[in-house]
C-alpha cells in the first residue's frame, strides 16, 4: 500500500504545471508616465574671463516617454538594450517661470538585471542621454541642447506570458550651451535631472 501510494502520487505530480522562472527573453515597447525633478548650474564667458552665474533648481514636472527593447536571459541573469523617446512641458524653475519650454529626451541605454521570485526583474540601466529645449523667452524662440549620461535602477513584474509592468529611477547628468541671441554671450548649462516613471509595456 506505501508503494502504492508513492507511484500515485508521483503520476499525479508528473500532469501538474511546473513553477519555472519567467522568460524575460525578446523583444518589448511599451509607455511610461513619470515625475521629473533637479537642478543645474550656468556659467558664461565674458571678455575671455569665465566666471559662474549661480545655481538654480528645475520645476517638477510630469514626463511621459515610449520605449522599446530587446533582452536575452541566461538563467536568472537577464541582459539587453533600449531606446527611450521622452517628452516634458517644464514652467522653468521655482524662482522664475518660462512659457514655451518643451524638452525632449532620447536615451539609448543597457539594462541587467536578475530574476527572483519567478516573475520580477531587478535591473540596473545606464547610457547616453540627449536633451533638446524648446523655448519662448519674451517673444525670442531659441533651442538649447544638451548630452551626458543616463543611470538608474528599476524592477519589472512579468503580470502574463506578454504583459510586463514595471517603475523606474533614473539620474541624468547633461552639459550644454544656451544661445548667445538670447543670452548675449557664451553660456554652458549643466543639469542634473532625476526622472520616476511607472512602466507598461508588451514583449513579443
Known amino acids: 500500500m506505501h508503494i502504492f501510494t508513492k507511484s500515485s502520487l508521483a503520476a499525479v505530480m508528473g500532469f501538474l504545471p511546473t513553477v519555472g522562472l519567467a522568460d524575460f527573453t525578446g523583444g518589448y515597447a511599451g509607455i511610461a508616465i513619470g515625475t521629473i525633478s533637479g537642478d543645474g548650474k550656468v556659467a558664461a564667458e565674458s571678455d575671455g574671463f569665465d566666471f559662474g552665474l549661480g545655481t538654480f533648481d528645475l520645476n517638477d514636472d510630469t514626463s511621459f ?21 521622452g ?3 517644464d514652467g522653468g524653475t521655482p524662482d522664475a ?8 529626451a532620447v536615451d539609448i541605454k543597457g539594462r541587467v538585471g536578475y530574476v527572483f521570485e519567478d516573475r520580477f526583474l531587478a535591473y540596473g540601466t545606464a547610457g547616453f542621454t540627449q536633451l533638446t529645449t524648446e523655448f519662448d523667452v519674451e517673444g525670442v524662440d531659441g533651442e538649447a541642447d544638451a548630452d551626458g549620461f543616463i543611470f538608474g535602477v528599476g524592477v519589472d ?8 509592468l514595471g517603475a523606474e529611477f533614473t539620474r541624468r547628468q547633461v552639459e550644454g550651451a544656451l544661445p548667445e541671441d538670447v543670452t ?10 532625476n526622472a520616476l516613471e511607472l512602466r507598461a509595456s508588451f514583449k513579443f
Open 97 to 104: 517661470s518660462i512659457d514655451g519650454l518643451e524638452t525632449t
Open 87 to 89: 517628452r516634458a512641458s
Open 157 to 164: 513584474y512579468l503580470m502574463t506570458d506578454n504583459i510586463v
Open 184 to 193: 548675449g554671450e557664451p553660456t554652458d548649462i549643466d543639469l542634473d535631472v
Open 65 to 85: 516617454s515610449g520605449f522599446a527593447g530587446y533582452q536575452m536571459q541566461d538563467g536568472n541573469l537577464v541582459y539587453g538594450g533600449e531606446i527611450v523617446l
